[in-house]
């Protein structure tokens, strides 16, 4: 097998765990990958033993280590709900014809007043125009 496009090739989970260490710490690893194994008690062990087990945990860890060293990065993998693998923002939605079918519309709690419980895109969409029979 040509592992010579792989940046990883090579290198041990655990030195890459200690590199992020070393250059961030723990707290601010933490902050960057919210994983329990990096803000509760953390430890190499521990987290090599959780990262191991767990692909995508895994995969945010080797993905940091290729940005902190600027090597070539991987193409993002989008997961089944449509999110970027690598980032915790949720991707936004795409308009085009025919886009949203299909979807499910999202619940919204009703209120006396139905603009307050639109979110801010809605109200750009919809106005404040209070709803007929109000």
């Known amino acids: 097998m040509n592992q010579q496009n792989n940046p990883l090739h090579g290198l041990k989970l655990e030195a ?3 590199f992020l260490v070393d250059k961030y710490g723990w707290e601010e690893l933490g902050l960057r990958i919210n994983i ?3 803000t509760h008690d953390p430890s ?4 090599l033993a ?3 087990k767990t692909q995508w945990a895994r995969d945010k860890v080797e993905y940091l280590y290729l940005k902190a060293n600027k ?5 993002p993998k ?6 970027n693998k690598f980032d915790d923002k949720p991707k936004k939605a795409q308009h085009s014809s025919g886009s949203l079918a299909g979807q499910a519309k ?11 419980a639109l979110p801010q895109a809605n109200k ?3 106005g404040n125009a209070s709803p007929k029979g109000d």
Do not use: E
């Not at 989008?78 to 999110?83: C, E, L």
């Open 16 to 18: 890459i765990l200690i």
């Open 36 to 38: 329990r194994c990096f």
């Open 44 to 47: 190499i062990k521990s987290s």
């Open 50 to 52: 959780f990262l191991r």
């Open 71 to 75: 090597l070539p990065l991987p193409t």
């Open 78 to 83: 989008v997961d089944s709900g449509g999110t």
């Open 106 to 116: 999202p619940q919204t709690k009703q209120t006396a007043n139905h603009t307050d």
């Open 124 to 126: 750009a969409i919809w």
